[in-house]
T-cell receptor, first 110, second 113 residues
Framework: GENVEQHPSTLSVQEGDSAVIKCTYSDSASNYFPWYKQELGKRPQLIIDIRSNVGEKKDQRIAVTLNKTAKHFSLHITETQPEDSAVYFCAAGNFNKFYFGSGTKLNVKP | GAGVSQSPSNKVTEKGKDVELRCDPISGHTALYWYRQSLGQGLEFLIYFQGNSAPDKSGLPSDRFSAERTGGSVSTLTIQRTQQEDSAVYLC???????????FGPGTRLTVT
């Protein structure tokens, strides 16, 4: 099955700095790579996703890059704000099964 | 419209008892997933339903866990003879066939004493 590894487990940045979270996966059949944000006590919510036919996708301050050859993808958050503080999960899979990384706790210090 | 709902929101049970957790997906969503999230951990895939097809049960941790989906809509996750290690938040998600975005419910926090 798929194995998704996520780093770092915790990340602390100053407000306005950039944050980068990296994930690797093992199954070359995976074709969909979403990122979820989970605030304390709340449900995970999709923030951005990328499909295997695309190398990079951007949505305002958030971007995701995918390297299918190396089997890794990354989340980039620019101009971080305190409200970006949360746990972020990457996932890899296809429409019938997804495997999630262990999460990155992002703390943005004001 | 209404999102994914789950009930109960919290469940405390004694070790050895059976529990049933319910998930109501978004209307029209044919795919339904169950995940388990232990404290401070990631999401562990449990089971996947797609329409009337046989479910993918490959993530169920033991034969004490089972799930069904009636009429292609509501799903119930049953844990028999609960153990303390079953304590976790159980999350349900649904998606529209052909699209990958999963919408999560609020979860059921299960505590086995």
């Amino acid at each position: 099955g798929e194995n998704v590894e996520q780093h770092p487990s915790t990340l602390s940045v100053q407000e306005g700095d950039s944050a980068v979270i990296k994930c690797t996966y093992s199954d070359s059949a995976s074709n969909y790579f979403p990122w979820y944000k989970q605030e304390l006590g709340k449900r995970p919510q999709l923030i951005i996703d990328i499909r295997s036919n695309v190398g990079e996708k951007k949505d305002q301050r958030i971007a995701v890059t995918l390297n299918k050859t190396a089997k890794h993808f990354s989340l980039h958050i620019t101009e971080t704000q305190p409200e970006d503080s949360a746990v972020y999960f990457c996932a890899a899979g296809n429409f019938n099964k997804f495997y999630f990384g262990s999460g990155t706790k992002l703390n943005v210090k004001p | 419209g209404a999102g994914v709902s789950q009930s109960p929101s919290n469940k405390v049970t004694e070790k050895g008892k059976d529990v049933e957790l319910r998930c109501d997906p978004i209307s029209g969503h044919t795919a339904l997933y169950w995940y388990r999230q232990s404290l401070g951990q990631g999401l562990e895939f449990l089971i996947y339903f797609q329409g009337n097809s046989a479910p993918d049960k490959s993530g169920l941790p033991s034969d004490r866990f089972s799930a069904e989906r009636t009429g292609g809509s509501v799903s119930t996750l049953t844990i028999q003879r609960t153990q303390q290690e079953d304590s976790a938040v159980y999350l349900c998600a649904s998606s529209f066939r052909g699209e990958n975005e999963q919408y999560f419910g609020p979860g059921t926090r299960l505590t086995v004493t």
